[in-house]
Each structure stands twice: as C-alpha cells, then as structure tokens.
C-alpha cells in the first residue's frame, strides 16, 4: 500500500440534543474545523465522502442535505451508508486510487428520530421486523449467549462502563461523564434483560470529518501526519440465528488482515491504544477477543488485570467510547479521530502517553454483523 | 496513482413492474449470478462487495448487511453507497477506486430496486428540506417539467420533438430481452398520454421497475486472464453539485452539473469530439426532453440543436452515435440499478456481448448517471486500457 495519511481532523461536542443546530450545521462545523487543523482550504480538497443514513436523518437521499455543507459544490463526492469508519475506508481507497486530498464527514442526530424503529428497521420485515426486535434487544440475545457461552456475569461487562464512563470525565466533548460503581449499573434501570440503561451508549447528536493525504501531499498540511497503516472490513451472516454471537469472526478476518498490512504480528504487543465501538458494555471485551487481544471468553480478564484502564499496557477507549459519546455513523469515525488525537500526543488528559500505534473500529448491522478495522501509526 | 480496472462481467435480473416471484434477495441473487456467470468466476473469487439503492423505496435500513445471502458478501467486506439517482454510478465508481486502490482485485458491486414495495413520489419528496423545499417543488417531476418548459421556450422545441426520444428508446428495447417495456410506442401514443405535468405526459417518462444489475471489476492483468475483451474504464466524473432545488438549474445555462463532469471525463479520456468518437452512449435520460437537451451539454451537437441531431437519426442504432440501445431508463427504470445499467450496459457494448443490441465494433462509450438535486455522473469505457 502506497504511504496515506490523516492529516486534518475535527468532531463536535457529543450532546443529547443539538436543537440549536441542524445536521447541515454540524458538518459546516466539522468541515471547517478540520481543513483549520490541517491549515487547508476547501480548495485543497480534491473530493469528498460524506456519510449518511437516510433512516437517522428521516429523509431521502439524506446525502443530499449535507453536500453544501461539506463543501463539496463542483467536486467530486460520494455517500457511504453506514459507520463513519467504513465511509473513511472508502476515501482511503480513493486516496490510494491518485486523489491527493479527500475529505470524509459524518453526522448523525439521532435526537430527531425514534432509534428503537430506526434499528428494527435493519431486521428482516418478514420474519423478524414485527416481533419488536431492534439494536437494544439484539444485543440483549447477544450478551446473554456470550454469558452462557463462557461462564461470564452482568458484573463483568458493568465494570467496563463503569472505566468506560469514567475515562470520560477526561474528555469534554464526551456526552457522558460519570462517576459511577459497578453497584450503580446494576442498579440501574433492566431495559432488555441482561442489559441495563448503564450498559448502554446514550443516543447522541454529532458530527466528525477527518482529511486524508498521500504521500506527496501530505506535507501540505501543518499538522504531522498520522499514517494508515492497515484497512480492513468483513461481514458476518445476516440472522443473527446463523451466526455465533458468542464470537465475532467477521473481526477476527477483518483485523488479520489489516494487521498482515500493518505488519502487526502481536497485537497487545505492538498496538498502544484501541478505540473501540462499544455500544453495549459487553462489546468491549468482546470485541477485544476478535481482535486478538485475549482467546475467546476471556476478554473480560483483560479489564479485570488491569490491562485495558488508562494505566494499563493497552487503554481501551481512552476517550470514553462509544458508551460515553454515540452519534450514530460518526461513531466509528470518531474512534479515529481519537485515534489520531492519541498518537499526535494532542488527547489532553486523556492522553495515553507515547502512543504510537493505534487500532480503530467501527460496525455495521445488527450485533456487530459487519467490522471495519483501522491500524493507525505515527511511522510511515 | 490507481491501478488501471476493466469490466469483466455484468448481469441483470429480468425487469418488470412487479417481481412477485422473488424476494429482494432473491433477486440481487439473480442479477449477481448472471454476473459471474458472465465474468466465468464463483462467489469464492469476490474480494469485496458494494451495494446500492434508495433505502425508503423498501424500506430496509443496513441493506449491505441485510442483502448477504443475496449478494454473497458473507464473511467478505461489504460496503453501501448510495447517492439517489446517480446510486448506480457511485456504486460502480465505489467498485472502480476499490480496485484502483490496489486493496482488491475482483470487486461485485449491485444496484437493485424493489419499486413494487413503495410509494415512489412519496419517499423521493422526502429528499429536499422538510421546511424550504418539500413542499414547493419537490420529487421527479415538478423539477423536469420546468426544465422542459424552459428548453422550450429558450429554443422553440416541440412536444412532438421531445416524443421520439420516447419512440427511439422504446423501439430500441424490443432489442434487449431484460428490458421492463418492450412495446414500441408511436409519437401518436406519446402525444394523446395523460399529461402529469406539462408539458411531460405519461409516454415521456420512466416506468418503476423491479430490478437488479451486478458488475465485476478486475485489476489490470486480471481482467486480461478473465475475458477476451474487457471494458476498461478510462474516466470517471461526478459533480453532485446542489443541495436545494431552487439552485439546481440556471435554464439559460443548461444541466450544469453535466456538462462539467462531461468536460473533466472527455479531457481525462482524450476525448475532443464526442459524437464523433464515441461509439455508443447509454444515458441516464428519465424523461425525454433530456434526450435532447442533456446531449447538448454533453457535447454531442450545439445549444438548440437536440431536436434536429434526433430527429435526423444521429442517436439511432445506425446513427453518428447511438444512444441507448438497451432502449434506456424510459423502458427500465429499477431506481438503484438504473445508472449500474447504464454502465453495465457501454461495457456489454465494450465487450461485444450486446447481441441483437450491439453495436458493431463499439470501442468507446459513455454512460452516464443523473440524480439527487440534478446531479451528474459520468464515465467513459473503453476496449483498449488506456
């Protein structure tokens, strides 16, 4: 793979409900944010993937509302559907394909929508859509046949919220600081059995973009360029009865292969810091087993010695996560602008010190049916 | 730089207004088998997967995910585009710079529409500001019908001149076995249909089709090994360029967006006269007054001169340069696929499997994309890479 970068990245604030601003606005907002980060103009980016989805926005051809804003009048632009992280893989690919600056913006205000008939609207409307099934209690069958699967507790996955929101309260653009126990989230409201209201991210208005350079252009931007080293998706079957819930095989290819080109031979080894996307607390450790980090069903240890908090040999969502900040497909791009943020040493106090290789992810589908992995790096 | 990507197979389902014997997977199955079939590979040689359409037509949100067990994308990267209109351009152009990148080498890419489960103008008014826009001049038609009406006001054109772009298209369907309407209509027809918004009667529009179209890219030297004459893609444009309808169109200019993805794709293919060295075109023309106005701004002859370079048989199959032989979007019109046809269409042309619609000896074609808040897409295709 021909040397890429980020070189530019911005994202707002993650709030409950952004009614002082329209989507139009957040990505006015993040465009402009980010080209002022890489010391750019609109006129140095050469073309532009804006990420949308026309369930969250409630319109059609939701990509249509948000061109202008991005800047993209008389440029070349297309609109991926689904996780930003996804969306900022296809301007890689269009990075790698002889465009020199390409723009990748995401919004998502999901405080405009009913995400419970947004997310049953993934499920098939034959068979499934009508027995109520969406993103919550999908995740429900899934944490609960991991559970069974390994032997693990509602406590096991509580403490990952509880690091999770507390990792927040060192990130102010995150929705949801809080200072809580493993005893406040089981105490916490039962919204689909085993998942309880602290178990899950908050539904989120927001928006992300990151500006992504070759080589050659690279050095145009003021910023120092962080560099993909590795890209990868994969998806799993659709019904989530076809699937093992309990493992996660679309990321353990997904994550292969962007390690193989990352030259990544021993995750926890080489890898300093992961964003990951936790929408439920158990994703956490199961994500982490996809990727490689723990064999499978032991995930949960990882958090438990230690291994995953701010001070451990690899912090896992320093920022809080997707359990603390979750817009709707910015989440995943938000993971690497994280990301970005960690291995330029720009992440503040939530800065994991000497950062410099970095996993993000983001997904698509029902309980995670697609991944997207990303091996960010301050080496070319 | 991007690698050089060639066409190496494309498929379609059999479209029509209503494909009760399938379900939408069952039918992106169909039009994915055909393609590999075509491209002589199985599902075991796809690297990646891109999916398109319009999600409120169906009404399934994810459908990368949700469409799997039709597209064959388990346990491969799967990827959804979707831009309206131009979705089946932006997904072939996705299938492109995924091999470009140098990331795949064999890519599917799809577009499909199940247009029987929806209300059509219902969900597509949904697209422009639900505070500005929806409400004054929103969906298909509102927008084309005053273009038409001020294309014939600018130059003098006819109804009747518009009608044979109708006549044109839908006698060149009775070429094509996949083609939803395959019955030739007359320019009495088109003149004595009900009129929707004038001045575009029902004769002078596209149908809603249920359909789906698959086409593989392939890297350059695996393209070679896979067919004898692949369609390589020499150029891609696109200007999507509005966000509201009231600034979408200068009348007095044209189809802006057109004419500059026209001009970026020509000059990046080498292309100075259009007609003359296109060999065939596919167009995204919805309605017929496009088909004379649209191939002004592509350059195919001069501001004005659409109805005379119709008229005078320039576009037909034994024409200057003939334009959709497939008999286009006003005989086939599966909303996500429609512009994935298009481009399916020119490399069919490219690699001389057009059968009773080919064009002898088609070396180099343009399909094009229209869409959005008259957005535009272009790409040219050509038998040698370039």
């Given at each position: 793979?021909?040397?890429?970068?980020?070189?530019?990245?911005?994202?707002?604030?993650?709030?409950?409900?952004?009614?002082?601003?329209?989507?139009?606005?957040?990505?006015?907002?993040?465009?402009r944010d980010a080209l002022a980060d890489a010391g750019l103009g609109i006129h140095d980016i050469d073309n532009?993937?804006?990420?949308?989805?026309?369930?969250?926005?409630?319109?059609?051809?939701?990509?249509?509302?948000?061109?202008?804003?991005?800047?993209?009048?008389?440029?070349?632009?297309?609109?991926?559907?689904?996780?930003?992280?996804?969306?900022?893989?296809?301007?890689?690919?269009?990075?790698?394909?002889?465009?020199?600056?390409?723009?990748?913006?995401?919004?998502?205000?999901?405080?405009?929508?009913?995400?419970?008939?947004?997310?049953?609207?993934?499920?098939?409307?034959?068979?499934?859509?009508?027995?109520?099934?969406?993103?919550?209690?999908?995740?429900?069958?899934?944490?609960?046949?991991?559970?069974?699967?390994?032997?693990?507790?509602?406590?096991?996955?509580?403490?990952?919220?509880?690091?999770?929101?507390?990792?927040?309260?060192?990130?102010?653009?995150?929705?949801?600081?809080?200072?809580?126990?493993?005893?406040?989230?089981?105490?916490?409201?039962?919204?689909?059995?085993?998942?309880?209201?602290?178990?899950?991210?908050?539904?989120?208005?927001?928006?992300?973009?990151?500006?992504?350079?070759?080589?050659?252009?690279?050095?145009?931007?003021?910023?120092?360029?962080?560099?993909?080293?590795?890209?990868?998706?994969?998806?799993?079957?659709?019904?989530?009865?076809?699937?093992?819930?309990?493992?996660?095989?679309?990321?353990?290819?997904?994550?292969?292969?962007?390690?193989?080109?990352?030259?990544?031979?021993?995750?926890?080894?080489?890898?300093?810091?992961?964003?990951?996307?936790?929408?439920?607390?158990?994703?956490?450790?199961?994500?982490?087993?996809?990727?490689?980090?723990?064999?499978?069903?032991?995930?949960?240890?990882?958090?438990?010695?230690?291994?995953?908090?701010?001070?451990?040999?690899?912090?896992?969502?320093?920022?809080?996560?997707?359990?603390?900040?979750?817009?709707?497909?910015?989440?995943?791009?938000?993971?690497?602008?994280?990301?970005?943020?960690?291995?330029?040493?720009?992440?503040?106090?939530?800065?994991?010190?000497?950062?410099?290789?970095?996993?993000?992810?983001?997904?698509?589908?029902?309980?995670?049916?697609?991944?997207?992995?990303?091996?960010?790096?301050?080496?070319? | 730089?991007?690698?050089?990507?060639?066409?190496?197979?494309?498929?379609?389902?059999?479209?029509?207004?209503?494909?009760?014997?399938?379900?939408?997977?069952?039918?992106?199955?169909?039009?994915?088998?055909?393609?590999?079939?075509?491209?002589?590979?199985?599902?075991?040689?796809?690297?990646?997967?891109?999916?398109?359409?319009?999600?409120?037509?169906?009404?399934?949100?994810?459908?990368?995910?949700?469409?799997?067990?039709?597209?064959?994308?388990?346990?491969?990267?799967?990827?959804?585009?979707?831009?309206?209109?131009?979705?089946?351009?932006?997904?072939?152009?996705?299938?492109?710079?995924?091999?470009?990148?140098?990331?795949?080498?064999?890519?599917?890419?799809?577009?499909?529409?199940?247009?029987?489960?929806?209300?059509?103008?219902?969900?597509?008014?949904?697209?422009?500001?639900?505070?500005?826009?929806?409400?004054?001049?929103?969906?298909?038609?509102?927008?084309?019908?005053?273009?038409?009406?001020?294309?014939?006001?600018?130059?003098?054109?006819?109804?009747?001149?518009?009608?044979?772009?109708?006549?044109?298209?839908?006698?060149?369907?009775?070429?094509?076995?996949?083609?939803?309407?395959?019955?030739?209509?007359?320019?009495?027809?088109?003149?004595?249909?009900?009129?929707?918004?004038?001045?575009?009667?029902?004769?002078?529009?596209?149908?809603?089709?249920?359909?789906?179209?698959?086409?593989?890219?392939?890297?350059?030297?695996?393209?070679?090994?896979?067919?004898?004459?692949?369609?390589?893609?020499?150029?891609?444009?696109?200007?999507?360029?509005?966000?509201?309808?009231?600034?979408?169109?200068?009348?007095?200019?044209?189809?802006?967006?057109?004419?500059?993805?026209?001009?970026?794709?020509?000059?990046?293919?080498?292309?100075?006269?259009?007609?003359?060295?296109?060999?065939?075109?596919?167009?995204?023309?919805?309605?017929?007054?496009?088909?004379?106005?649209?191939?002004?701004?592509?350059?195919?002859?001069?501001?004005?001169?659409?109805?005379?370079?119709?008229?005078?048989?320039?576009?037909?199959?034994?024409?200057?340069?003939?334009?959709?032989?497939?008999?286009?979007?006003?005989?086939?019109?599966?909303?996500?696929?429609?512009?994935?046809?298009?481009?399916?269409?020119?490399?069919?042309?490219?690699?001389?499997?057009?059968?009773?619609?080919?064009?002898?000896?088609?070396?180099?074609?343009?399909?094009?994309?229209?869409?959005?808040?008259?957005?535009?897409?272009?790409?040219?295709?050509?038998?040698?890479?370039?």
């Amino acid at each position: 793979m021909e040397p890429i970068a980020i070189t530019g990245v911005s994202q707002t604030p993650y709030r409950e409900r952004m009614i002082d601003k329209t989507a139009y606005d957040l990505v006015y907002e993040v465009t402009r944010d980010a080209l002022a980060d890489a010391g750019l103009g609109i006129h140095d980016i050469d073309n532009v993937i804006t990420v949308s989805n026309d369930f969250v926005d409630g319109r059609t051809i939701s990509s249509m509302a948000v061109g202008e804003a991005a800047g993209a009048h008389d440029k070349n632009i297309s609109t991926v559907e689904g996780d930003g992280a996804f969306g900022a893989f296809y301007g890689a690919m269009r990075a790698l394909s002889g465009f020199d600056t390409t723009l990748v913006v995401a919004h998502g205000k999901g405080s405009e929508g009913d995400m419970g008939l947004i997310t049953n609207a993934m499920f098939d409307p034959v068979y499934q859509r009508h027995l109520g099934i969406d993103a919550l209690t999908a995740a429900a069958l899934q944490a609960d046949v991991y559970m069974t699967r390994y032997g693990l507790t509602e406590e096991d996955f509580a403490e990952v919220s509880v690091k999770n929101h507390q990792n927040a309260r060192n990130n102010p653009l995150a929705h949801l600081p809080l200072d809580i126990t493993v005893s406040d989230v089981m105490k916490s409201e039962r919204l689909s059995d085993p998942i309880k209201r602290l178990d899950c991210s908050p539904i989120s208005d927001g928006a992300a973009a990151i500006i992504i350079s070759t080589g050659r252009a690279s050095s145009r931007s003021r910023t120092r360029p962080i560099w993909i080293r590795g890209v990868a998706h994969c998806s799993d079957a659709y019904f989530p009865g076809d699937r093992n819930l309990a493992d996660s095989p679309a990321l353990r290819r997904a994550a292969k292969r962007a390690y193989a080109m990352a030259g990544i031979t021993n995750p926890l080894k080489n890898i300093d810091v992961v964003e990951l996307y936790d929408a439920f607390s158990y994703m956490e450790p199961l994500w982490l087993e996809g990727m490689g980090f723990s064999e499978p069903g032991s995930g949960a240890r990882l958090l438990k010695d230690g291994v995953t908090r701010m001070d451990g040999i690899l912090p896992v969502n320093p920022s809080g996560g997707v359990l603390s900040a979750h817009a709707l497909m910015v989440a995943g791009l938000s993971r690497i602008v994280e990301c970005v943020l960690q291995l330029r040493g720009e992440a503040r106090e939530h800065q994991v010190p000497g950062a410099e290789t970095a996993l993000a992810q983001g997904i698509n589908g029902p309980c995670g049916q697609s991944h997207c992995v990303w091996i960010l790096s301050v080496n070319q | 730089m991007g690698r050089h990507v060639a066409i190496v197979g494309c498929g379609q389902t059999d479209h029509k207004s209503r494909r009760s014997d399938v379900n939408g997977r069952e039918m992106i199955y169909e039009a994915v088998s055909r393609a590999l079939s075509d491209a002589e590979m199985t599902i075991r040689d796809v690297d990646a997967v891109v999916i398109g359409n319009m999600d409120h037509f169906e009404s399934i949100n994810y459908v990368d995910t949700w469409s799997v067990e039709g597209s064959g994308g388990i346990m491969k990267p799967i990827m959804k585009v979707t831009t309206g209109g131009t979705t089946g351009t932006s997904v072939a152009m996705a299938g492109y710079y995924h091999v470009a990148s140098g990331l795949f080498d064999r890519v599917l890419t799809i577009g499909w529409e199940k247009n029987s489960e929806s209300d059509t103008t219902a969900a597509i008014v949904t697209c422009s500001d639900p505070v500005w826009d929806r409400f004054s001049y929103s969906g298909a038609i509102p927008s084309l019908a005053t273009e038409a009406t001020a294309y014939m006001e600018r130059y003098g054109a006819t109804q009747e001149e518009a009608a044979l772009v109708a006549v044109r298209d839908r006698g060149h369907a009775l070429n094509n076995p996949h083609a939803h309407l395959r019955k030739a209509v007359t320019l009495k027809e088109v003149m004595e249909s009900p009129m929707l918004a004038y001045p575009i009667k029902l004769l002078d529009v596209c149908p809603r089709t249920d359909g789906a179209c698959a086409v593989v890219f392939a890297a350059d030297g695996v393209a070679q090994k896979l067919v004898p004459r692949p369609a390589w893609i020499r150029s891609c444009a696109v200007r999507h360029t509005f966000t509201w309808f009231g600034d979408s169109t200068d009348y007095q200019k044209g189809l802006v967006s057109l004419q500059r993805a026209g001009r970026e794709a020509y000059r990046n293919a080498g292309i100075t006269e259009p007609a003359r060295e296109l060999d065939v075109a596919e167009l995204y023309l919805p309605y017929t007054w496009a088909g004379l106005k649209w191939i002004e701004d592509l350059g195919f002859c001069g501001p004005g001169e659409g109805p005379r370079f119709v008229a005078d048989g320039h576009t037909d199959m034994d024409g200057t340069i003939p334009v959709n032989p497939s008999g286009g979007v006003i005989s086939t019109n599966c909303i996500g696929a429609t512009a994935l046809l298009r481009v399916a269409e020119a490399a069919v042309q490219i690699m001389g499997r057009g059968e009773a619609r080919q064009v002898p000896d088609a070396r180099l074609a343009l399909a094009t994309g229209f869409g959005g808040c008259f957005w535009s897409d272009v790409m040219i295709l050509g038998a040698e890479r370039g």
